[in-house]
């Protein structure tokens, strides 16, 4: 079994940053993508920012430039560190990880708990 936990959300005025932090544990044998969704009130779960176990990153428009999602790989932790903060930027935030475990069962695709960030104008 795999357990991801994320930390990091909060309060925030517009304008400010956030980190979050999203720490994979269990039986990992390897993580072949992790990222970040979110959603906010009343829309879709919308994808965030992607990173490949090759380091390649991806972004939603609304993001790009102001969001950046890195690993360490070592740790099994995904952030994702996010400036210029906006009120559209409020949202519950889920991290993902695929991952390959340990007694070669299937590749599967877990989820944080969710942390709300909520930037206030």
């Known amino acids: 079994q795999v357990q991801l936990v994320e930390s990091g959300g909060g309060l925030v005025q517009a304008g400010g940053s956030l980190r979050l932090s999203c720490a994979a544990s269990?039986?990992?044998?390897?993580?072949?993508?992790m990222g970040w969704h979110r959603q906010a009130p009343g829309k879709q779960r919308e994808a965030v920012a992607s990173?490949?176990?090759?380091?390649?990153?991806n972004y939603v428009d609304s993001v790009r430039g102001r969001f950046t999602i890195s690993r360490d790989k070592d740790k099994n932790i995904v952030y994702l560190q996010m400036n210029s903060l906006k009120p559209d930027d409020t949202a519950v935030y889920y991290c993902?990880?695929?991952?390959?475990?340990?007694?070669?069962?299937?590749?599967?695709?877990?989820w944080g708990q969710g942390s709300q960030v909520t930037v206030s104008s």
């Open positions: 990173i490949t176990s090759g380091g390649n990153t």
């Open positions: 993902y990880d695929l991952v390959t475990s340990r007694d070669g069962g299937p590749t599967l695709l877990y």
């Open positions: 269990g039986s990992i044998d390897s993580i072949n993508a």
